[in-house]
């Protein structure tokens, strides 16, 4: 069969769609925009369809947006079946079906798995299920905490300073509310961006009022006898009396749903080819199976093909659309993932984005403005080469560094800046902590090239 036969026929069948979110949306939109012309089915867990997810921790808690009104715009009509509010619990690959939870089996000839993240719960149940206690990831959780926050209680405990527990903060803040941040790293954003950029993450959260208590970890939420919330203790001795407890600890990868498929996939996401095509567990990539969004984990050959899972908002629509053109085109019009992962984040007045991998880097030099002014670009190196920038309320640079990191440029940079600098091009070391201690809010993770994880299952080959 020609390649050109071959990709026509692809256009026809049946594709499944698991994750009714942001990349399954941009997903099936593109599938539809290239000519696939069969059934097209969204299976998602919640009761609504895709909604954008930003702004549930920024204007909606702020009362700004309302959550119901973040529904992502639509491009097309993408003529689909949707089955809302009813999760995946298994695959079947044998038999092409996907199993949802009320029983109901959808067969499908393709398959997308854009399942994403949940948040990750407190580690105890009983405590979690107190009034007051919230985790913060889909449009009933904003909700439910913006009433929470607006119902006249004074103080919070954010537990986690990583991007959504640094934004709930400052939104706490706006709101007039006594905000307490307990992050058992050295600082704010130590995991997405070092130890440097940290410090000067702490100093604009303790100017704005926030309580901030690094080096420690919550060990135990109390409530009153009505089940209530009212206080936390710490790894330190002390105690914080607190009405609302927001728990920012980071997500988990929505991959249980496929054990014992023979998919490649873990905690730290389901394995993918660039071209986004799934692997199975002996590493042998599939054609019918493919991933997208946060839960997919891919190698990227401009950071050292080590296997990426990206929390990103662009990503998730970039490699929706190279997933969806993939799997109805064949051979040599496949396209890979190369998208450089791009991060923003806006907190206590600044404006925070990223390019590239920041905890890739080894090294790390600031070249515009100054660490102690809140308004610089930091760069950071990788093996002498350009591997990512960082700035606070200096986003108008990351174009050039996207570029520069594209190019392989050389590190430190060999070019004067022309803005204004206090800093020396002296590079330092950037103080990510131990990879393998746990922090909060890394939007980067770098899931390849572990030699302590062993997880590898032979199994017979299919016939």
Known sequence: MSTDTDT??????????????????????????????????????EPYEPYDRPPL???????????????????????AAWRLGVAAEGLDRDARQVRLANGDTVSYDRLLIATGTRARPWIHPEEAALDGVFVLRTRDDS??????????????????AGFTGSEVASACRELGLEVTVAERGPAPLVGAL??????????????????????????????????????????DGTAIDAEVAVISLGAVRNTEWLAGSGVAAGPRGVAC???????????????????????????HPLFDYQFLSLEHWGNAVEQAEIAAHNMICAGTKRIPHLWVPMFWSSQFGINIKSVGVPPLGDQLVVTQGSLTEERFVAVYGYRGRVIAAATFDGAKWLGFYQEQIAAGAPFPPEYRTVDRRTETLQPVDPDFPDPHLPTHGPTVTLSGHSPSERRVQFVPSRA
């Open 273 to 299: 080819d660039a071209g986004c095509r799934v692997f199975d567990v002996n590493g042998i990539v599939t054609d019918d199976i493919y991933a997208a969004g946060d839960v997919a984990r891919s190698p």
């Open 143 to 160: 909700a439910c905490l913006h009433r929470k926050l607006t119902s006249g209680v004074s103080r919070v405990l954010v537990i986690g």
């Open 8 to 45: 026509e026929a692809r256009r026809q069948g049946r594709i499944v769609v698991v994750g009714a979110s942001l990349a399954g949306l941009r997903a099936a939109e593109t599938l539809r925009d290239q000519g696939f012309t069969g059934s097209l089915t969204m299976i998602g867990d």
């Open 57 to 79: 921790s920024k204007q909606a808690l702020l009362g700004r947006a309302r959550p119901e009104d973040t529904a992502l715009p639509r491009r097309r009509d993408v003529d």
């Open 194 to 235: 070092g130890g440097v950029i940290g410090a000067a993450a702490d100093r604009l959260q303790r100017s704005k009022g926030v309580d901030l208590r690094c080096g420690v970890s919550v060990t135990a939420l109390e409530g009153d006898y009505g089940g209530r919330l009212r206080r936390a203790h710490l790894s």
